[in-house]
């Protein structure tokens, strides 16, 4: 007599639903530098880029020398604070719309889907431009000091500091800024929102004690203040003051902290 064998049933394996790994957190050095790598490898061949971010502050102190051909102590007193300033205006113009085009064509969306977190984006991003910001802040003082006459009383390697502070200082705005634009055209459209009122609140034109309290309050708070405060105390001191180490670590950190809040607001893709 055969006894009766219970089917056995076969339970199909669970499937197990797949997520996309977590994103980075922390900063790692390969993968910031082999962001910075290829920004730069991308910058070799757009030599019209390098020219922009090179050139024309050294182009805009050379004009600005023979403008006032008659008057030197007038390109004396405004030399050296358009020095900061000429390198923030073009690093901020080159980032903003070099990160803009980086997320319409897709390729931000395609590089933050590997294990490359927002900080190895924005910092690679922020060594690339900053490395660019070495030589463009070396032309740029060198020509001033050496070639157009610039008088300082300071060291011009103290010059060079801030210049190139700003310069790092208009890359990290870029960043910042690239994130709230949906098209170069409106990347562009930031500058007056961005740069001008500190262009016109800095003391360029008129010492910040002199205007409005408002504005003097105002102008307390815009990190360009600062960079050209740090100008002037190289340009009237012998050596390092307590002024220029406090306005050098306030652009320092201001930089800091526009570079922390953009990584915070990358997005992938344009809206």
Not at 30 to 57: K, N
Request: with cysteine; glycine share 6%.
């Amino acid at each position: 007599m055969t006894t009766p064998t219970t089917p056995t049933t076969q339970t199909a394996p669970a499937t197990q639903t797949t997520r996309p790994p977590a994103p980075p957190r922390a900063l790692n050095a390969s993968r910031t530098t082999a962001t910075a790598a290829r920004v730069l490898r991308q910058l070799t061949h757009d030599p019209r880029t390098i020219a922009l971010l090179v050139l024309i502050p050294c182009v805009m102190l050379f004009l600005l020398r023979y403008v006032f051909d008659g008057s030197p102590r007038t390109f004396d007193s405004i030399g050296a604070s358009l020095l900061g300033i000429f390198p923030l205006i073009t690093m901020f113009l080159v980032t903003s719309i070099a990160t803009l085009r980086e997320r319409t064509s897709g390729t931000l969306e395609r590089l933050l889907a590997m294990p490359l977190g927002k900080g190895d984006l924005i910092a690679g991003y922020a060594l690339a431009f900053g490395a660019l910001a070495i030589i463009q802040s070396a032309l740029a003082t060198g020509l001033a000091v050496w070639f157009l006459g610039l008088d300082v009383t300071g060291s011009p390697w103290l010059l060079l500091l801030v210049a190139l502070l700003d310069a790092l200082l208009g890359t990290a705005l870029g960043l910042f800024v690239s994130a709230f634009a949906a098209s170069e055209f409106q990347a562009v459209q930031f500058m007056p929102a961005v740069i001008f009122p500190q262009l016109l609140l800095c003391g360029l034109f008129t010492p910040r004690d002199n205007m409005h309290p408002a504005l003097e309050a105002l102008s307390d708070v815009l990190p360009m203040s600062y960079a050209v405060d740090g100008m002037n105390e190289v340009l009237r001191h012998t050596d390092m003051t307590a002024g220029f180490v406090r306005d050098t670590l306030i652009v320092a950190g201001c930089a800091l902290l526009v570079l922390t809040l953009g990584a915070a607001t990358l997005r992938r893709r344009t809206a």
